[in-house]
């Protein structure tokens, strides 16, 4: 998500950045105030009740109406089928999947005013291929492909596009904490034989953001080193 917010900062886009603490809030700041690009620093926390309506409100306080959105907002809950309890599963599904439903409803609307937008939701390789583990989080991200190839339908005429980008392993701090035996069966499985770079991942999401992309919608751009390809 930094990667992401930076590499478009640089690209000329204004930007709201979104944290779900204030921890994440400080990073946002010191990461991307020297750009001169930050509008915003805003808390956003998708399983709180009322997270939509206070971010819209504050969106409006600010007179603020975003013509591009990046979706990158996910958790893991990861567990074996069988013994994955219901929380772990509708945690994951209503942060990956119905969370992001409601921030394309909430920032779509004024797209469609001004015929023109880009909707850019992170789905990950784990929703094309499965991942045994990750029954939850692979339907969350398959269903956000579905959903976005749906939202691509009705709003072309707008002159929106919607699209996803599938990372597939990312170095990130996440992966940072993999042991080397985890890191080399991991790599097996990636032709390019190394992990992608968040820049990797924001350059994609760059393209679809620009007028280069403007005939592109509907589709699923991946970025995982030969990991999956379709």
């Known amino acids: 998500g930094g990667a992401i917010a ?17 921890r994440g809030l400080a990073a946002i700041n010191s990461a991307l ?14 399983l709180a009740p009322d997270a939509i309506s206070k971010f819209s409100d504050e969106l409006g306080e600010l ?13 893991t809950r990861d567990n ?22 409601q921030l394309c409803k909430l920032v779509v609307r004024p797209m469609i005013k ?3 937008g880009r909707v850019v939701n992170i789905t990950s390789v784990v929703g094309i291929s499965g991942n045994a583990g ?9 269903g956000l492909i579905g959903f976005t190839k749906s939202l691509a339908q009705e709003v072309a005429s707008r002159g929106i596009t919607a699209n996803t980008v599938a990372p597939g392993f990312i170095e990130t701090d996440m992966t ?32 679809l953001c620009s007028e280069q992309a403007s005939y592109i919608t509907g589709e699923t751009l991946h970025v995982n080193g030969g990991m999956y390809m379709a």
Do not use: C, H
């Open 63 to 75: 007179n603020l109406s975003p013509s591009v959105v990046v979706n990158n907002a996910a958790v």
């Open 176 to 207: 940072d904490a993999l042991s080397d035996d985890q890191r080399k069966a991991i790599l097996a499985q990636v032709p390019a034989g190394r992990m992608g770079a968040a820049a990797e991942v924001a350059a994609a999401v760059a393209y």
């Open 114 to 116: 001004s015929r023109w």
């Open 134 to 142: 990750q029954s939850n989080y692979a339907a969350a991200k398959a």
């Open 6 to 22: 930076k590499r478009l900062a640089d690209d000329g886009f204004d930007i709201v950045a979104t944290a779900t603490g204030q």
């Open 80 to 101: 074996l089928f069988l013994r994955m309890k219901e929380a772990e599963w509708q945690e994951v599904i209503d942060v990956n999947l119905t969370g992001i439903f």
């Open 33 to 46: 105030t020297e750009t001169g690009r930050l509008k915003a620093a805003l808390a956003l926390d998708l």
